[in-house]
């Protein structure tokens, strides 16, 4: 069984800095029983300590803070296992206003939605 990393693509943009948003590609070990979760978190502890969104909140699918676009569908990153040499690209969900990164406003909504 091949234990090729798994390759995240992801959104990133401060805006208070950056004039547009980008995308940046990190290559983050397999390991049994990766999660998505876990795989930014890896991320944001060995490549990019720069890279911005909700931490763990429940971790077992209950809370929906760890909700993110990922390849345009919005799932909970917590319980999303990963597969040996999959590339994802995961984006900040839909609808809300973007605070940095993968991080998002859960309490404001875009357009007059109450
Ligand atoms: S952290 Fe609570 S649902 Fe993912």
Not at 29 to 58: H, I, M, Q
Not at 80 to 87: D, M, Q, T, V, W
Request: glycine residues 8%.
């Amino acid at each position: 069984m091949s234990n090729a990393p798994v390759t995240l693509i992801i959104f990133r943009y401060d805006p208070g800095i950056d004039s547009a948003p980008r995308y940046e590609k990190y290559d983050v070990p397999w390991r049994e029983g990766l999660l998505l979760l876990s795989a930014l978190k890896y991320v944001r502890e060995n490549l990019d300590e720069t890279l911005a969104f909700r931490d763990y909140c429940c971790g077992c699918s209950w809370c929906a803070s760890c909700i993110m676009m990922v390849d345009g569908k919005g799932i909970q990153t917590c319980s999303r296992p990963l597969k040996p040499g999959e590339s994802l690209t995961v984006e900040p969900m839909r609808g809300f206003s973007l605070i940095k990164d993968l991080a998002v406003d859960f309490g404001v909504k875009w357009g007059n939605a109450p």
